[in-house]
Nanobody, 114 residues
Framework: QEQLVESGGGLVQPGGSLRLSCATSGFIFDRYAMGWYRQAPGKERELVAYISAGRVITYGDPVKGRCTISRDNAKSTVYLQINNLRTEDTAVYYC????????WGQGTQVTVSS
């Protein structure tokens, strides 16, 4: 069974940092581009970052310069480090496998608040 499981979300103060993880199983991880999207209440889902199988990286405009995506093929896991968090970063963060069909995780809540 193909599966993506996010972890690492939580409550953090403005200016803080978080590292999100997405553990995958059921498919050959290193063959796929992987990404992170987020969705805030009342807003559309937006790209945070993605990393290709060849480790080419693209960042979405809202997090550019504050975010690092990485992958560990040996662990079949993709990571997202977000620094200098802002209240507007509050959202559910979703891991996604890109391919002929998108495979989504269940999401992890990130709340930035003082």
């Amino acid at each position: 069974q193909e599966q993506l499981v996010e972890s690492g979300g939580g409550l953090v103060q403005p200016g803080g940092s978080l590292r999100l993880s997405c553990a995958t199983s059921g498919f050959i991880f290193d063959r796929y581009a992987m990404g992170w999207y987020r969705q805030a209440p009342g807003k559309e889902r937006e790209l945070v970052a993605y990393i290709s199988a060849g480790r080419v990286i693209t960042y979405g405009d809202p997090v550019k310069g504050r975010c690092t995506i990485s992958r560990d093929n040996a662990k079949s896991t993709v990571y997202l480090q977000i620094n200098n968090l802002r209240t507007e970063d509050t959202a559910v963060y979703y891991c996604v496998r890109r391919g002929t069909e998108l495979l989504w995780g269940q999401g992890t809540q990130v709340t930035v608040s003082s």
